[in-house]
């Protein structure tokens, strides 16, 4: 995060490879919205070099897995 996209970048590839690996060669886009500061990069194009697609913030799919946001009154 300091200034150097290179490591986003090459996560987020890395990330990718294995969802089309696990999904028969087809592509998803990265779904990092339990996230805020991996959304953030995700969507900033100073970190996200390689243009890699990616679910929007306000997108309402299910998030899978990770942390939802749970309204408790």
Not at 14 to 27: L, P, Q, V
Not at 28 to 37: A, G, N, Q, S, Y
Request: aromatic share 6%.
């Amino acid at each position: 995060m300091n200034g150097n996209a290179r490591p986003f970048a090459a996560a987020a590839e890395f990330c990718a490879a294995t969802i089309r690996k696990e999904n028969k060669g087809h592509s998803r886009p990265l779904d990092v919205r339990d996230d805020m500061t991996l959304q953030a990069m995700a969507e900033n194009p100073d970190y996200n070099t390689t243009g890699l697609s990616f679910v929007p913030r306000d997108s309402k799919t299910r998030i899978p897995g990770g942390i939802r946001n749970i309204n408790i009154d």
